[in-house]
């Protein structure tokens, strides 16, 4: 599978981006999808992720409530929609697929897209 994540950008706190994660290659329907992020001296860390089936699950603490992916089957892609970014949103973002059900833990992914660089800042 290939990947080739879009959307990133510069934006003040408060403000919105949605970041997208097109695949190719592969049966996408068959592959759960994850975004992950990391910033600059950290370690990558989860954000969200969603299953073939459509489940979701996220970070509860950084991003829940403020953060949602969703994914187009007819498109090959999935979307991460952020809402109210803060300063501590900004990172590089990547996406990462592996089949079937998805996982909270980057080393279970097999694909990876190039990373999106989201900056917030006022």
């Known amino acids: 599978v290939q990947l080739q994540a879009s959307g990133g950008g510069l934006v003040q706190p408060g403000g919105s981006l949605r970041l997208s994660c097109a695949a190719s290659g592969r049966t996408f329907s068959n592959y759960a999808m994850g975004w992950f992020r990391r910033a600059p001296g950290k370690e990558r860390e989860f954000v969200a992720a969603?299953?073939?089936?459509?489940?979701?699950?996220y970070d509860a603490d950084s991003v829940k409530g403020r953060f949602t992916i969703s994914r187009d089957s007819a498109k090959n892609t999935v979307y991460l929609q952020m809402n109210n970014l803060k300063p501590e949103d900004s990172a590089v973002y990547y996406c990462?697929?592996?089949?079937?059900?998805?996982?909270?833990?980057?080393?279970?992914?097999?694909?990876w897209g190039q990373g999106t660089q989201v900056t917030v800042s006022s």
């Open positions: 969603i299953g073939w089936n459509g489940a979701t699950t």
């Open positions: 990462a697929a592996r089949s079937w059900v998805y996982s909270r833990s980057s080393n279970e992914y097999n694909y």
